[in-house]
Nanobody
Framework: QVQLVESGGGLVQVGGSLRLSCAAS????????MAWFRQTPGKEREFVAG????????LYADSVKGRFTISRDNRKNTVYLQMDSLNSDDTAVYLC?????????????????WGRGTQVTVSS
């Protein structure tokens, strides 16, 4: 069974950067399409970015396009989210998710494996 553990969250000022990591256990990481979602109180979980299991194809929400970069290292069973030019709207709990699929997608229900999340707070 694959488990996901996020790290790298914290407090950062507007305009700053953070790099999130999501480490996966198990031997099936390479079969997973991986994504980052985020959630704030009272709002639905929001797709942020996704990466194909080959590490080449990526997908981004319009709100983060050009500022965030998702990548993965299948040798290390890890997916990353580099976040630059952060603003207060990026404050949220960021969750890593995976699905056994060849295709990327933004639907929360498509992802069957979830981490517990890491808090990102952007202060002005």
């Amino acid at each position: 069974q694959v488990q996901l553990v996020e790290s790298g969250g914290g407090l950062v000022q507007v305009g700053g950067s953070l790099r999130l990591s999501c480490a996966a256990s198990g031997r099936t990481f390479g079969s997973l399409a991986m994504a980052w979602f985020r959630q704030t109180p009272g709002k639905e979980r929001e797709f942020v970015a996704g990466v194909h299991r080959n590490g080449v194809s990526t997908l981004y929400a319009d709100s983060v396009k050009g500022r965030f970069t998702i990548s993965r290292d299948n040798r290390k069973n890890t997916v990353y989210l580099q976040m630059d030019s952060l603003n207060s709207d990026d404050t949220a709990v960021y969750l890593c998710a995976g699905k056994f699929s060849y295709s990327l997608g933004v639907a929360t229900n498509d992802y069957i494996i979830w981490g517990r999340g890491t808090q990102v707070t952007v202060s002005s």
